[in-house]
């Protein structure tokens, strides 16, 4: 009989998985693994982890049978059926209390639907997001766990042993990246967030990138530059790994590696979910939008090379300033970047209205701070924010930000108008600003779509002139031109 000697078992040995174990077993912790393919259990206990509190288990069984109770069970696999198909296999294997965890990014809908499953069954059941990648499974991710509050305790020790740390700003002393988020999909939930907010980032950068080579730049240039904005308010990982990206160079050619990958960029899903969640929640998330938009343009590479040759642009080259227009460029994408985290936290506030969840936002900005892809210094600043007024309406109304865009707005639109008038797109950069454009807009003219939605369907409007929540319809094509308008209760 296995002797139950486990902290904790983990189901899924591909590259996460394996640096997720060991990463477990540094801070002290026992690990059983099982893989479906059960010869890469024994080739990674007997090679990369070798020497280590682990043990491998050569069925879901042994698995089982080796934890301490409560068991905890983690699965690392790919998202949808395989989850499904994993839980199905363990929980006739797990007793009352016990706690089944999914670390793979699963749509949030789904983790609120097996959450019930599972306590219905008497069990335990949570499902967190693990953002860094590689490196940040070996040495710290960052984590962010929702589901059953009753199993947080039971997971808390190992996850916050394991997760990366990072220095509070108000307190000075490092925090783990990684604290109870919610109920049911609540961790899912914000780390789908986190991939949007993500795929934002990248493609703020790619346009950067666009209007610096479209200023003649070498990528060789464009590395110093990416540079000295990593040693300011643009610090971060995302603009660290630029920098490096556009110094290497290609071992076959010699020339720089970025000039030889092709342009059609990939995608898993969760930028798309983002999206549309925002549309489900009635929220302006329109540069994550875009950033999704743009790779799925990109996707379709010969069409474009056809359309090149048949739709004409302009020809302007760049001439003016480079060094002021470089800073231009600069300031635009940081002015972006608050945008695009605005409209992330904006939609989280929904979410948790939507599905009563008391999200702790500036604690989610500390999560974020490090071991994961959007980590950055900035998001310091954001935990100041919320922790100094915690019921914040929009990033944008708060002193620091509010001033960080005034004081970038000039170059922005400078920026979007050059890149208008050179034919370089910038979806990115154009739908942040006009979101900010129709944020701080008090009148819309949505007036006016409204009055066609009532001319064409009967929609109904409310007026200026009555109280909210009173809706009117005219008739619009009434005899000799005059029309009346009925009231109706929402």
């Not at 089982?64 to 395989?82: D, E, F, H, T």
């Not at 990109?298 to 001439?319: H, M």
């Not at 979806?427 to 008090?442: K, M, Q, V």
Request: aromatic share 8%; charged share 20%.
């Amino acid at each position: 009989m296995t002797e139950s000697t486990a902290d904790i078992g983990l189901i899924g040995l591909a590259v996460m998985g394996q640096n997720l174990v060991m990463n477990m077993a540094d801070h002290g912790f026992t690990v059983a693994v099982f893989n479906r393919t059960v010869s890469k259990v024994d080739a990674f206990v007997q090679g990369p982890a070798a020497g280590m509190s682990i043990i491998g288990a050569h069925s879901i069984e042994e698995l089982v049978a080796s934890l301490k109770r409560p068991r905890r069970v983690m699965l690392l696999v790919k998202a949808g059926a395989p989850v499904d198909a994993f839980i199905d296999a363990v929980m006739p294997l797990l007793e009352q209390g016990d706690i089944i965890i999914d670390g793979g990014n699963s749509n949030f809908n789904d983790t609120i639907r097996r959450t019930k499953k599972v306590e219905d069954a008497g069990l335990l059941y949570i499902g967190t997001g693990v953002s860094g990648g590689e490196e940040g499974a070996r040495r710290g991710p960052s984590l962010m766990p929702g589901g059953s509050p009753a199993a947080w305790p039971h997971v808390k020790p190992i996850f916050q042993a394991v997760a990366a740390k990072a220095t509070d700003p108000k307190t000075g002393r490092d925090e783990p990246c990684c604290d109870w988020v919610g109920q049911g999909g609540a961790g899912h939930f914000v780390k789908m967030v986190h991939n949007g907010i993500e795929y934002g980032d990248m493609q703020l950068i790619c346009e950067a990138y666009s209007l610096l080579s479209a200023m003649g730049l070498t990528p060789a240039e464009m590395s110093q530059i990416l540079g000295e904005w990593n040693k300011g308010e643009l610090d971060s990982y995302l603009i660290e790994i630029t920098r490096d990206i556009l110094a290497k160079t290609d071992d076959e050619t010699g020339k720089p590696i970025v000039d030889v990958i092709l342009d059609t960029a990939g995608q898993k899903g969760t930028g798309k979910w983002t999206v549309i969640t925002a549309c489900d929640l009635g929220q302006p998330l329109t540069l994550i939008g875009e950033a999704v938009f743009a790779r799925c343009l990109s996707a379709i590479k010969e069409e474009r090379v056809a359309a090149a040759k048949k739709l004409k642009g302009p020809r302007t080259k760049f001439s003016g300033d480079r060094e002021a227009f470089i800073e231009d460029i600069r300031k635009a994408l940081y002015a972006s970047k608050i945008v695009s985290y605005a409209q992330g936290y904006q939609l989280m506030r929904e979410a948790a209205k939507e599905y009563g969840w008391k999200l702790n936002y500036g604690g989610i900005a500390l999560m974020w701070r490090g071991g994961c892809i959007i980590r950055s210094q900035f998001l310091g600043k954001i935990k100041e924010a919320f922790d100094a007024k915690p019921k914040l309406v929009n990033l944008l109304l708060t002193p620091y930000f509010k001033s960080a865009v005034r004081s970038s707005q000039t170059s922005w639109r400078r920026v979007i108008i050059k890149a208008v008038r050179m034919g370089i797109p910038v979806p990115a950069f154009s739908s942040a600003l006009a979101y900010y454009d129709g944020y701080r807009c008090e009148r819309l003219p949505a007036n006016l779509l409204q009055a066609q939605r009532d001319y064409f369907g009967a929609h109904t409007y409310e007026r200026v002139d009555k109280d909210r929540g009173q809706f009117f319809h005219t008739n619009w094509t009434g005899l000799g031109g005059t029309t009346t308008a009925s009231t109706y209760t929402a």
